[in-house]
């Protein structure tokens, strides 16, 4: 295993099993790692906290980023993923709920590779996830590490 993992920062359990299922659903064989809060995120990333003990070579490819999160919201993990050379790079896909302008144009200015807002429909959902994932995941050449 290239310790390549899909980072999933979802605090909703609902939304977190429609994702994961969406993903296996399309076939997307990443291991999927999944935080439930802002902080555990960026202990995550950074290999601090409950997660110092993660192994090294163990990455993000992709981060799969709700905006509405406990502790410390999506727009701060964005920021932080971004001031820091290590992961500056890593995509980050907002998945989220939100329908606020205020949202979308602030993700895309602190460095989001994408946003997405959650299809109510499952099968679009599905569909939303697939599309992604086939783009980040098989048909995007990611910076090498």
């Not at 727009?75 to 290590?86: C, K, M, T, W, Y």
């Not at 429909?121 to 994932?133: C, P, R, T, Y």
Request: net charge neutral; hydrophobic share 45%.
């Amino acid at each position: 295993m290239n310790g390549r993992v899909i980072l999933l920062v979802e605090d909703n359990r609902d939304d977190e099993e429609l994702t994961l299922r969406a993903l296996a659903k399309s076939k997307i064989t990443n291991r999927v790692v999944v935080v439930r809060d802002g902080v555990e995120a960026l202990d995550w990333m950074f290999r601090r906290g409950a997660h110092a003990a993660r192994p090294e070579a163990e990455t993000a490819q992709l981060v799969l980023l709700d905006l509405k999160l406990p502790k410390i919201d999506g727009l701060q993990v964005l920021r932080e993923i971004r001031a820091h050379e290590a992961t500056k790079r890593t995509p980050v896909v907002i998945l989220t709920s939100s329908v606020e302008e205020q949202d979308l144009v602030r993700s895309y200015d602190l460095g989001a590779n994408s946003y997405i807002r959650k299809p109510v429909d499952f099968a679009q959902f599905v569909d939303s996830v697939k599309q992604l994932g086939i783009y980040w995941l098989v048909l995007n050449e990611p910076v090498p590490r």
